[in-house]
Nanobody, 126 residues
Framework: QVQLVESGGGLVQAGDSLRLSCAASGRTIITYSMGWFRQAPGKEREFVAAINWIGGITYYADSVKGRFTISRDNALNTVYLQMISLKPEDTAIYYC???????????????????WGQGTQVTVSS
């Protein structure tokens, strides 16, 4: 099973940018779709963005579309989430996840992801 470690979170002001990284180890993620989810205090975990295994198909939650960009570097076994124009409502723990299946065209369903990182906190002050 792949191990995922997120980094890059922090405390920023509204309008600022952050780039989250998700480093994978244990096996290559080259054939797996990858995703980012987040969980705000008192709320359920929600989908943020996903990218298919070859990187040609991406999915975004409506709330982040146009502000967040997911990308992957398969050579580095790493996935990124570039976040701009951050809002206080983006405050949450952000989790990286790997698909349970290989070579899927892409998915945003939480149940399709079987490996999860420990999360990184993003706090956006107003």
């Amino acid at each position: 099973q792949v191990q995922l470690v997120e980094s890059g979170g922090g405390l920023v002001q509204a309008g600022d940018s952050l780039r989250l990284s998700c480093a994978a180890s244990g096996r290559t993620i080259i054939t797996y779709s990858m995703g980012w989810f987040r969980q705000a205090p008192g709320k359920e975990r929600e989908f943020v963005a996903a990218i298919n295994w070859i990187g040609g198909i991406t999915y975004y939650a409506d709330s982040v579309k146009g502000r967040f960009t997911i990308s992957r570097d398969n050579a580095l076994n790493t996935v990124y989430l570039q976040m701009i124009s951050l809002k206080p409502e983006d405050t949450a723990i952000y989790y990286c996840a790997a698909d349970r299946s290989t070579l899927r065209s892409g998915t945003r369903k939480e149940a399709d992801f079987g490996s999860w990182g420990q999360g990184t906190q993003v706090t956006v002050s107003s």
